[in-house]
Nanobody
């Protein structure tokens, strides 16, 4: 069983930056693919960024060049650095842990609001 705790959300002005963190406990973090997803009101949850156990990454087109996902296996933590934030980035951001075999795990989410 994996427990995920997100942090770092908040209110930021357009053009600003935030760094989200997702701390994992309860399993071997390094073998998991880790992802950040977001869900805006009235919309489906969507992939923002993914980092695989080997370090390769994938980004949604809407965040390429602005967001960076990274992981620190020693700290069992995955990060999402968000720069040049836009109002349309406003959403609840969720962390997801995907093992090679078995079920995925989700965090409780952290709110990001981009507004002047």
């Amino acid at each position: 069983q994996v427990q995920l705790v997100e942090s770092g959300g908040g209110l930021v002005q357009p053009g600003g930056s935030l760094r989200l963190s997702c701390a994992a406990s309860g399993s071997i973090f390094s073998i998991y693919a880790m992802g950040w997803y977001r869900q805006a009101p009235g919309k489906q949850r969507e992939l923002v960024a993914l980092i695989r156990s080997g370090g390769s990454t994938k980004y949604a087109d809407s965040v390429k060049g602005r967001f960076t996902i990274s992981r620190d296996n020693a700290k069992s933590t995955v990060y999402l650095q968000m720069n040049s934030l836009k109002p349309e980035d406003t959403a609840v951001y969720y962390c997801r842990a995907s093992p090679p075999i078995g079920v995925d795990h989700w965090g409780q989410g952290t709110q990001v609001t981009v507004s002047s």
